[in-house]
């Protein structure tokens, strides 16, 4: 695998480009579901895991990892990934709206309320951190007003890499998804085949295409030390509310 900043990822193959695969329950990539803490552990690995984003030494003591602020764990893939940080020693913040449930929030994470389109609160909850890991959005396959969605994931993504700019932060994940890749027929799709913005279908597929745009052109222009991942079809344990794929399989079995 590689990142955006074409470093290869340690423990990946350099010939796959998309950061995620599809995790679905036949996936074939327990590790990969372990990894994210949807899996209970199993010995061994071929996949290096998000944190080695963060440390290239995985031996770092958790003192010299600094706070990691992860955005969305309220919900299902950050609170996931939240818990990977947590293992591995890093000091987790989390940033929750006020309305958000505290389900998937750990105890011992220090928690910022507020919202990503609200640059005090960002600026606040990144003040001494070290990374920051975007996953929150609003992932709704339709809404009444689909601008919110548009509002909600390109707005707050600009204002969060602002602020992790201006926080002067180490590394910066962002969480797109593969609905920013060009599914025609013909070859794999990955990063290397973007999809138009105009082209996209519906309001939530063309939020994760605008806002995507917006961490590229701040890493060509503004050196934003981020890397974007593209995680398609989550399902597993703890997703609460449940996200739409999840609702999908609980329709299914019901």
Known sequence: HQRRDNQEIPGCDPKHHSMFHPITANSGLPTLLTTLGLLPSTAGTAFAGITSLMAPDAQQASQSRGPVLVTGASGFVGAAVANVFR???????????????????????????????????????????????????????????????????????????????????????????????????????????????????????????????????????????????????????RDVRPTPTGRIIIEAAS
């Open 87 to 237: 293992r591995e020693g890093f000091p987790v913040r989390v940033l929750v709206r006020a309305s958000s449930p505290r389900t998937n929030i750990d105890p011992a994470d220090q928690v910022f309320v507020g919202d990503m389109r609200d640059r005090a609160s960002v600026a606040a909850a990144l003040k001494g951190a070290r990374y920051l890991i975007h996953v929150a959005a609003d992932y709704r396959l339709w809404a009444p007003s689909p601008d919110d969605i548009i509002r909600a994931n390109v707005d707050g993504t600009r204002i969060m890499m602002e602020e992790a700019l201006r926080a002067g932060l180490e590394r910066v994940v962002y969480t797109s998804s593969v609905a920013t890749f060009d599914l025609r027929s013909g070859g794999i799709a990955d990063e290397t085949r973007k999809l138009p913005a105009d082209a996209a279908i519906g309001a939530y597929k063309r939020s994760k295409v605008m806002a995507e745009d917006v961490v590229l052109d701040m890493v060509a222009r503004e050196r934003l030390p981020a890397v974007i991942v593209n995680p398609s079809t989550p399902i597993g344990p």
